[in-house]
């Protein structure tokens, strides 16, 4: 035997709806048109979403993944080392996620895949595959930083690293 | 009701003249020798010999007699002939079954009436072989006017990342 049921209707609360679905009147579209511009504002010039396309920063950062960059990182101090920044590498839109090894003035070297800065050895905070790198000391320019990705178990000739002008650098890669 | 028309009329006046200082610029010429550029840089499957060499012919036109080249990452260094900038791209065509070249971010500064200076991005993908290739670089150009054109004086790939 079957029961007819009538349809259950749920009615949103007069609020919700009026938050989702607001009237289109002249108040909502400057709100609406606030929002875009904010948007806009905000995910251009300050906290720039960036996909990730590569391995180099394998296993901290993943190919594919979305990050978020902060472009006031550097607003009051320089970057710090073991920060991950991006950088412009070419034009606007291309840009490089790396992290900063070096800092002005330093001296950078790799002995069989270990840091070393002015000749001490570093211990690195990330987590990283194995690698064999080996790197002739080198001396970080004024104004320049030193940048390397974190997958350095692939050759180093098909690692791109090196030093970058202080200008290039966007900001922080916050998450 | 006539302020009102003389009003549109200035600036109808204004965009015609605009449009017409923009589409003889050099700016303007500059990028439509980048456009072509692009264009005769295309391929897109197999190509008859004759093409591929009117191809790069046409490339070869785009740049100056003599013209100057730092692509140290590509192992080319120094002051090159027309003629050798031609048989370097008929080469590399003959080599790829495919290419595709994008432009963007250009920026154009002509720095007297004969002499401009371009920064622009170049992303180059490729099927070399049997392995698919993806280039990409910050490019300066200088390009010079030559007889009423506007020829590729040197082609300087920008050294982001210095070892």
Known sequence: MYKICAPIHTKAHPLIRQFFLPQLTRATRYRILGVALLSLIIFRYILIPVHVQGMSMEPTISDGSFHFCWRLSYLYHPPKRFDIVTFRFAGNRVLLLKRIIGLPGETVSFQQGVLYINGKQMEEPQHMFPSTWNLAPRKVSANTFYVVGDNRSVDMDQHRFGQIDAKRIIGKVIW | MKKYHILIALVLAAAAVSAWLYLTSDTRRIRSRLDTLVELSEKNGPEQGIEALTKAAG???????????????????????????????????????QITIAMYDITIAVENSSQAAIALTLHLSGVVGEEQAVEVNEIALTMNKEEGDWLIDSVTVVQVLER
Not at chain 2, 65 to 76: A, F, K, P, R
Not at chain 2, 80 to 97: A, E, G, L, P, Q
């Open chain 2, 59 to 97: 490339i070869g036109k785009l740049f100056s007699e003599q013209c100057t080249l730092h692509l140290e990452e590509y192992g080319h260094r120094g002051s090159y002939h027309r003629k050798d900038i031609t048989d370097s791209v008929f080469m590399i065509r003959n080599r790829s079954h």
